[in-house]
């Protein structure tokens, strides 16, 4: 499960992590460009400390990127079954010369945001988006171009509308139905997946096609779905393995097999190795969650490399994952007992991201998701520190500034940073890995719950951090000191509470919040709006902010509903999962959102920022790659064309 999040930096300031993680800020280009009347801004990722790394250390990581690069068109085609194809036409027509400079700049700017969002569906809220030119405007400057085929899926807004829609309305169907991503084919129906066995409607790996007879499962394998991709991916994965030892030789290895079987049982092997060894140079790798499938059950694929770096706050919550499982707040039944095998939790530096995890990534990652492997075997955890900062430096302090109270302003630039990294912490370290299921639910709870589960999780996760921002054992674990802990755990909660008010902008002109993350935070919000005292909406000068009345009281609140959620997960209790989703994480404040809307437009702020990273060179002598070197000048659009003709080859470049 992964956290996304915004962590607003300060002109002057260097970006401190926890305890002490920090990178120097100045003389580095960070904002590349905004798109879109700023809905989308283009970041560069740095990589400090890379030259640390012994060349077959920076070798390895390589080859761990190509392995990632080469998946680039899987996820693409996840996403809709046309959007290989529209990427491929607008980067061939930037080619064309004599094109008239507004319609370039134009075609430029779609391109991009194709890049960005992997698709012409928005990377966080699933709606369809269409160019700046009109397809007038497109036959007049290319007439001999021949889009008959691909006219709806570029400029046609209301044909297939939303990648993955949990609540279809009965004109659109069902879930499957109202849904335009490519795991189901059009016209296939949920009751036709639900009739197959459970062995494939479980099967994380598979699309399913439409066919006389109902739904066919189609495996991602070698000599099955993505095939070609699948061997590009596995070329590089076996270099890498090469280069590796111990647990992570073993990983790579199944990882693999994996893909050439389509075995799933072999990735639950290869999951295993992964989060039990701690390399210096790793990889995230395969389809893994599950956000965009309507059922939430077929993984999304993407790959990841990166290299680790440490933080003793991190580490701390880590070693004392029985303590905070001995305190959940529910039934000491459904507390994870005796636990020998700790999650593994370290910062990272991300040289490349790819299919779901990028060019938007995300802020932490927890894995395996298979429950009884977290139960039995632990979970990894990783924090993508030159993301963040990356990320936080485009921001400047605004989301402060705009979105608070005057009276929060300054305990928020004291203790925004440090909040909302316990809040990922916590998030990813004790929240996801924690507790057990019921030994009365046969299968996974993802199973039984549905497409609520993803939100449901991820709350859950939310609120674990909630619940213990007050307890002693993060003094005791350096995370802050003693006197501070009062302030930290305000700033924590303002956070998650105005950060859902500025959240509700995704919904754009919607009055209903789509993705898993946004559900998640708005089932939280309402929940304690309605069921506490602890806090209101108030509106000044026009504007609507949250105002803290009772701390105790929203604590009380969190802890209230973290049982809940928990106990429902534990039992697969989709009737009241549904049940809490549809009073409290999907219905929105229209008046709030448009205010949310009008003042991010007002101050530049963007909804989302993508990752530029730096370049790496092979090195190669006598036909081998020997060494990598860095190149920090390379641009968005560059790098996404290079990103392009990598993923087709097992040519170095």
């Not at 390379?634 to 470049?653: A, D, P, V």
Request: hydrophobic share 40%.
């Amino acid at each position: 499960m992964k956290k996304l999040f915004w962590i607003p930096a300060f002109a002057g300031m260097t970006m401190v992590i926890a305890s002490g993680f920090c990178h120097t800020a100045f003389a580095k280009e960070w904002l590349l460009q905004k798109l879109k009347n700023n809905e989308f801004a283009v970041a560069r990722a740095y990589l400090d400390d890379f030259g640390k790394l012994s060349p077959k250390e920076k070798v390895q990581l390589y080859f761990l990127f190509r392995a990632a690069a080469a998946g680039r068109d899987i996820y693409y085609d996840q996403r809709h079954r046309s959007a290989i194809a529209i990427c491929d036409l607008m980067e061939l027509l930037l080619h064309h010369k004599n094109i008239p400079a507004d319609f370039r700049a134009k075609l430029e700017e779609y391109a991009k945001l194709l890049w960005i969002n992997n698709s012409q569906y928005h990377v966080r809220t699933g709606l369809k988006f269409a160019p700046a030119f009109t397809k007038e405007e497109f036959k007049k400057v290319f007439p001999d171009v021949d889009i008959s085929g691909l006219e709806e899926a570029i400029f046609d807004t209301t044909v297939e509308p939303v990648l993955t829609n949990l609540t279809p309305t009965p004109k659109e169907g069902d879930i499957i139905q109202a849904s335009a991503n490519n795991i189901y084919d059009r016209g296939l129906k949920l009751s036709q997946v639900e009739a197959l066995s459970p062995f494939w409607k479980s099967k994380l790996n598979a699309r399913f096609a439409q066919t006389a007879t109902g739904a066919k499962p189609e495996t991602y394998k070698i000599g099955g779905v993505y095939s070609g991709e699948i061997a590009n991916i596995i070329h590089f994965l076996k270099k890498a393995a090469a280069l590796s030892e111990g647990l992570q030789k073993e990983g790579l290895e199944e990882l693999s097999h994996y893909y050439e079987t389509g075995d799933e049982e072999v990735f639950r092997k290869a999951s295993i190795a992964w989060l039990q060894s701690e390399p210096k140079v790793d990889t995230i790798n395969g389809f893994i969650e599950s956000y965009m499938d309507p059922r939430q059950v077929v993984g999304s694929w993407e790959g990841m490399a990166y290299y680790t770096s440490q933080d003793p706050v991190l580490k701390g919550f880590a070693e004392n994952v029985q303590y905070f499982e001995d305190h959940m707040p529910w039934k000491e039944e459904y507390r994870r007992k005796n636990i020998s095998a700790k999650p593994v939790a370290t910062l990272i530096n991300v040289v490349g991201a790819v299919g779901e995890a990028g060019p938007v990534t995300w802020g932490g990652i927890n894995l395996p998701n298979y429950q009884d492997i977290r139960a039995k075997f632990g979970s990894k955890n990783v924090i993508l520190a030159n993301v963040i900062e990356a990320k936080s430096q485009v921001t400047k302090g605004m989301v402060i500034k705009e979105f608070y109270l005057p009276e929060y302003q300054q305990l928020m630039k004291k203790y925004y940073k440090v909040a909302r990294f316990m809040m990922l912490y916590m998030h990813e370290v004790i929240g996801h890995g924690s507790g057990v299921a019921d030994e009365k639910l046969k299968v996974d709870p993802r199973d039984a719950i549905g497409k609520n589960y993803g939100a449901w999780e991820e709350a859950r996760a939310d609120l674990v951090a909630m619940y213990f921002i007050n307890d002693p054992k993060l003094v005791a674990i350096g995370a802050f000191k003693k006197k501070e802990q009062e302030e930290v755990m305000k700033a924590l909660y303002l956070m998650e509470l105005q950060g859902q008010l500025i959240t509700l902008r995704n919904a754009k002109t919607e009055n209903i919040l789509r993705e898993a993350h946004d559900r998640s935070e708005q089932l939280i919000f309402e929940y304690l709006r309605q069921n506490t005292k602890g806090f209101e909406v108030v509106e000044q000068n026009g504007n609507f902010n949250v105002k803290i009345n009772d701390l105790d009281a929203l604590h009380k609140g969190a802890s209230e509903l973290l049982k809940i959620l928990h106990e429902a997960k534990a039992v697969g209790n989709k009737k009241l999962v549904d049940e809490f989703m549809d009073k409290y994480g999907t219905q929105i404040n229209p008046t709030w959102r448009d205010n949310i809307v009008k003042r991010s437009k007002e101050i530049g702020l963007p909804d989302q920022v993508a990752m530029t990273f730096p370049k790496m060179i092979p090195v190669i002598k006598k036909g081998e790659v020997v060494d990598i070197r860095l190149d920090n000048k390379e641009g968005f659009e560059e790098q996404q064309r290079r990103l392009g003709r990598i993923s087709k080859t097992t040519e170095m470049e």
